[in-house]
């Protein structure tokens, strides 16, 4: 069975300045898609960025970013230029038949 | 386009009773699942859907079940209801049953079991 683990609770960081998530992740397969998902106060879950684990090339969605190390298992999670309205509940998650969660990681900005 | 939509949005239920809880897929999209979030977790993926055939269970015991329509909306049902069922659970809907598409997710019902 696959798992996934975040080992930060909560995280901070200022307003502009760059904050990174972490994730490390357990599986025996060798093709598979990672995800970052966030959770605003709202509860819906919002997709962040995706990776696939067959590309090497790390995935960039404007401010979000990730480094990706397939032999590690491990899947971060980086954002730049942070703003207020990044303040969320992270979660990493893997996809095999439905999306295995971590933990969650609680976000916040301060301004 | 609509979003995934879940009704109820609030939920209080008796310890022993049973629930029934909806979710309307986004349009196009063929496929669902269900979530279970308790308080202060990551959701907890109960089972999905594809086509109105289970494809997929987590380790949930048989008291949950759910359906899936023509229309792809879903029900997920819940027998014998216990205390810890009380959390939010989530819907989520995709385009297609392959792994790297998106799961669009609805806002959740709370269910409280007292």
């Known amino acids: 069975a696959q798992t996934v683990t975040q080992s930060q609770p909560e995280m901070s960081v200022q307003e502009a300045e760059t904050v990174t998530l972490s994730c490390t992740y357990d599986t025996s397969e060798s093709d598979y898609y990672l995800f970052w998902y966030k959770q605003p106060p709202s509860r819906q879950m919002i997709l962040v960025i995706r990776q696939e684990a067959y590309k090497q090339q790390n995935a960039t969605e404007n401010r979000f970013s990730v480094n990706f190390q397939k032999a590690a298992k491990s899947f971060s999670l980086k954002i730049s230029d942070s703003q207020l309205g990044d303040a969320a509940m992270y979660f990493c998650a893997y996809r095999s038949a439905g999306l295995t969660f971590g933990e969650g990681t609680q976000l916040t900005v301060n301004p | ?114």
């Open chain 2, 1 to 114: 386009e609509t979003g995934v939509t879940q009704s109820p949005t609030h939920l209080i239920k008796t310890r022993g009773q049973q629930v029934t809880l909806r979710c309307s897929s986004q349009s196009g999209h063929n496929t669902v699942s269900w979530y279970q979030q308790a308080l202060g977790q990551g959701p907890q993926f109960i089972f999905q859907y594809y086509r109105e055939e289970e494809n997929g269970r987590g380790n949930f015991p048989p008291r949950f079940s759910g359906l899936q329509f023509p229309n792809y909306s879903s029900e997920l049902n819940v027998n014998a209801l216990e205390l810890d069922d009380s959390a939010l659970y989530l819907c989520a809907s995709s385009r297609t049953l392959s792994m790297n598409t998106e799961a669009f997710f609805g806002q959740g019902t709370r269910l409280t079991v007292v």
